[in-house]
């Protein structure tokens, strides 16, 4: 995923963006309550886990620029 693409995806929550020595630090969440299982195309909104990811990029704006994306794991509630 890059920071292009990350920008336009709906539901995307940008927390705090942070610029400092030419280093764009943006803290991102993702707004979806529930999320469809890829086997068996059922909606979940049991979470399993979180985690946050780091997307580091090619600069954008001039600077470089790292994602700090916190990311809910659902886990399918079908088996
Ligand atoms: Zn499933």
Redesign the pocket.
Known sequence: MTVKQLIGMPGLIVNNIDCSHSLVKIYASIKAKRAK?P??E?HSNKIHDRYTRTISDFPVFQNKTTIFLKTRKFK?Q??
């Open positions: 299982c086997v068996c059922k399918c079908n088996g």
